[in-house]
């Protein structure tokens, strides 16, 4: 939200600096983001005044121009379509250096000499408007500096306000903010009656009290809608971030930025008597006034008339009944709208207003007529007309409550010792009312604090305006026992360091993802929310692959070539089974996995190695550093999500623990990535077990080392083989010397049968009692090629 300056001094004026107020604003909780001059900077540019306009000779378009500067008579090219004898107008005289760095010299425009330029508020920096000259009122100094007369160098803080802060949503409410920390005295607005000439009420019916706890609205007849909005109020709100439109809109604008109070004016022609206040009935549409036609559920609110809605209640009205400069008669509305009955429909409706931005964090009930006088007489000081008398009906009313502060919880929570009397000073400034008795205060919340509601919110109000940069700076004074660390168990950090040396980055990802891309990766059951931050992000995640393949596409989209990254997080998944932990009540598991994500080159691009695509067996290598190579398992398998044929279940000593694989072709093609996708996703915890080493002899006797080439069928994996010489060397006394065992070849093709396949395997063999000799070696080849006949059928090739 953007406060200027100028604006919020006219409420309260602190003897600070613009730097200082920023950060008095900052250590109060009301984060300052920046702070600049509402104009970028430029210079030499001057009020002028237009003395006379012809046509250019040679330029249908063009203008020549006698502009005065307020030292001389100068002759400017001028292509706007606005531009009249008498206009004053900025002019940049040659040598001015306009926003961008353009710096503005005498020249010739087709054939004329311009000696300046005639300036639009985009030009300045100020808007986005370029339609036409900016026109200056008429009254205006000429060869006054610009930026002096529309107070240009105004400082504009944006700040950064937490949900919480909602009265802190407009000028007055970072006002009082600013007084209770300066202390500085604090003006605040009149809110003198409106006089009443006609007697004339609009028959409101409130259906609705969870929607509408208080309703007011006037009639106004007779307003000129023509008539200009004041300078003055136009330029609070362009140096607020609004666009001025017209009298009747700029005023509704301005009452919602000074006052926090979102009102809304209607054309009182156009609505058909009498409105009623109540919940959308399903499919009831509504066009909008941003022009978009919407369709209405019964969990929306609504104001609507005789025949069909008029207006989405405290988020947008409705273009039927919107106010034009042909209206004539309108009828204005300040109401209370319960934030619970406003919360979440901007993201249901897939739009945000800033009406809704402060209903659905609560507005003040207690205000809204004086809020209608205020907006009633500013009507008629500019539009003129005549009003009726407020109708004002209640219906519902906030519940407010006194909150118990102890002065002992306060002081051990913040971690000084305040006295009652300062935090006594500290309510009175916040403009606070209580009841105090030694060591403690009962204060009730004013009716504009909807965050006040427990004993630690009144803590942080004593501790922000007391001053968090005033906390003293104190070590912690704890024991600090060392926790013992398993032998038999690694930490997650473990994991994490063995991938980045892998060359993998990790990435955090919100456990809030697309339903539909969920669905495609994995077929458990999801948990969907009831409220979620976008459309796009409706389910809690059952897989993590999800998240990264956008990840991957950010990368991508970036010119990313080659990607690898992981992820350890939870994942949750419906189980009626979970009977522990925090989400147990309803029954979903949430594990930890880890997954990772390879894509392009298998190494980068260098004169070495020949440039190749990462690959299953890229992937599979740096998945098995993360345990010993003989605890890992892979078996030909089925995944919805992964390529026929290059997937594999993954299972770490016996146990199935995930899936790793080539991301499904079709997949690929939808998600539009140009390159196969290599990814794997596993449980982490069997992970972080770990096998306690144990000491065993070393050998003084030299290794025997023997390959074995043996015919398989096709269908036999590699390490079903490898298995069967493990089990060998345990089973049987002659083959107990065998201490390690590798494939190093496999072959398909000419003489083998079909559906067969070649495998080499490399077998070291060394005892600790003696040298093996070759008797000794060769019984034991026996055994093993015994084993492997007899279990999986396979002959020495």
């Given amino acids: 939200m953007k406060i200027p300056e100028s604006w919020l001094r006219t409420f309260v004026d602190p003897d600070w600096s613009s730097e200082r107020l920023a950060s008095e604003l900052t250590m109060a909780g009301l984060e300052v983001e920046e702070t600049n001059a509402f104009a970028p900077p430029f210079e030499r540019i001057v009020v002028a005044e237009v003395r006379s306009v012809t046509r250019h000779p040679k330029a249908d378009k063009l203008s020549v121009c006698e502009v005065f500067d307020g030292t001389e008579v100068r002759q400017i090219v001028c292509g706007a379509p606005n531009v009249v004898a008498g206009l004053r107008v900025p002019c940049a005289?040659?040598?001015?250096v306009l926003p961008g760095g353009i710096t503005i010299a005498a020249a010739q425009l087709r054939g004329v000499d311009s000696d300046g330029m005639l300036c639009s508020a985009r030009e300045l920096g100020i808007s986005e408007d370029h339609s036409g000259l900016l026109e200056l009122p008429g009254d205006a100094p000429i060869g006054c500096d610009i930026r002096a007369y529309l107070?240009?160098?105004?400082?504009?803080?944006?700040?950064?306000?937490?949900?919480?802060?909602?009265?802190?949503?407009?000028?007055?409410?970072?006002a009082r903010?600013?007084?209770?920390?300066?202390?500085?005295?604090?003006?605040?607005p009149r809110f003198d009656p409106a006089s009443v000439t006609i007697d004339e009420r609009l028959p409101v019916r409130i259906e609705a009290n969870d929607l509408c706890g208080r309703f007011s609205g006037r009639i106004i007849r007779g307003v000129d809608a023509h008539a200009p909005t004041p300078e003055w109020m136009k330029r609070r709100l362009e140096h607020a971030g609004q666009r001025p439109i017209s009298a009747l809109v700029d005023i509704s604008n301005y009452v919602m930025l000074e006052l926090g109070r979102p009102t809304h004016v209607f054309d009182l022609g156009k609505i058909r008597?009498?409105?009623?206040?109540?919940?959308?009935?399903?499919?009831?549409?509504?066009?909008?006034?941003?022009g978009r036609i919407v369709t209405l559920d019964a969990g929306i609110g609504v104001i609507a008339d005789g025949e069909e809605v008029e207006s989405i209640a405290g988020i947008m009205g409705g273009e039927r009944t919107a106010v034009t400069l042909d209206t004539a008669d309108v009828y204005l509305e300040a109401a209370f709208w319960w934030p619970d009955a406003i919360a979440g429909r901007t993201r249901q409706l897939n739009f945000v207003t800033d009406a809704a931005h402060r209903f659905e964090r609560g507005v003040d009930?207690?205000?809204?007529?004086?809020?209608?006088?205020?907006?009633?007489?500013?009507?008629?000081?500019?539009?003129?007309?005549?009003?009726g008398p407020v109708d004002d009906q209640i219906v519902a009313w906030p519940e407010r409550r006194a909150v118990k502060l102890r002065t002992a919880r306060a002081n051990k929570v913040i971690g000084v010792e305040l006295a009652d009397a300062e935090i006594a000073d500290i309510f009175k400034r916040l403009g606070l009312e209580f009841e105090h008795q030694a060591g403690s205060f009962a204060v009730m919340p004013p009716s504009y604090r909807f965050d006040l509601q427990i004993e630690e919110d009144l803590i942080e109000e004593v501790a922000r305006i007391w001053g968090f940069d005033r906390l003293p700076q104190r070590p912690p004074v704890a024991a600090l026992p060392m926790l013992a660390c398993p032998e038999g168990r690694r930490s997650a950090l473990t994991i994490k360091r063995l991938l980045v040396a892998r060359e993998f980055q990790e990435v955090i990802n919100y456990s809030f993802v697309d339903a539909r891309l969920d669905a495609q990766i994995s077929q458990a059951a999801t948990v969907r929310l009831l409220n979620p931050i976008a459309s796009n992000l409706d389910v809690m995640r059952t897989t993590l692959l999800g998240g990264m393949i956008e990840n991957l596409r950010a990368n991508l989209n970036r010119k990313a070539a080659r990607v690898r990254l992981f992820e350890l997080g939870r994942v949750f998944r419906k189980d009626a089974a979970v009977k522990s932990g925090p989400l147990a009540v309803s029954g979903i598991a949430q594990p930890r996995h880890l997954a990772a994500i390879a894509y392009g080159d298998a190494c980068e691009e260098q004169w070495g190695v020949a440039g190749r695509g990462v690959d299953f067996f890229d992937l599979k290598g740096d998945l098995v550093t993360l345990a010993p190579e003989d605890e890992w398992s892979f078996t030909v398998g089925a995944h919805p999500a992964l390529h026929p044929g290059r997937a594999a279940r993954v299972s770490l000593r016996g146990e199935e623990i995930g899936w790793i694989g080539e991301l499904h072709p079709a997949l690929q093609q939808q998600l539009e990535l140009p390159r196969p996708v290599l990814v794997f996703e596993i449980d982490l915890e069997p992970l972080l077990a770990v096998q306690i080493p144990l000491a065993g002899e070393l050998s003084r006797f030299p290794p025997v080392i023997r390959d074995l080439a043996l015919v398989v069928a096709d269908s036999v994996p590699a390490a079903e083989v490898i298995a069967a010489v493990r089990a060998a060397a345990l089973a049987d006394p002659v083959a107990k010397s065998v201490k390690y065992v590798k494939l190093f070849d496999e072959y398909r093709g000419k003489g083998l049968e079909n559906k067969a396949k070649?495998?080499?395997?490399?077998?070291?063999?060394?005892?600790?009692?003696r040298t093996l000799d070759e008797s000794q070696v060769t019984q034991a080849m026996q055994a093993i090629v015994a084993r492997l006949t007899a279990g999986l059928g396979a002959r020495l090739r």
């Avoid at 008597?273 to 941003?290: C, I, K, N, Q, Y």
């Fill in 93 to 96: 005289l040659p040598g001015a």
């Fill in 758 to 769: 070649s495998l080499a395997l490399r077998i070291w063999m060394q005892d600790t009692d």
């Fill in 177 to 188: 903010e600013v007084a209770a920390i300066s202390a500085a005295p604090l003006q605040l």
């Fill in 365 to 387: 009930p207690a205000t809204t007529v004086a809020h209608l006088e205020y907006l009633s007489q500013l009507v008629l000081d500019i539009c003129g007309g005549k009003a």
């Fill in 273 to 290: 008597t009498p409105l009623v206040v109540r919940w959308a009935r399903p499919g009831e549409r509504l066009e909008l006034l941003s």
């Fill in 151 to 174: 107070d240009l160098d105004d400082p504009v803080h944006l700040l950064k306000l937490t949900p919480n802060l909602a009265h802190c949503l407009s000028v007055l409410g970072v």
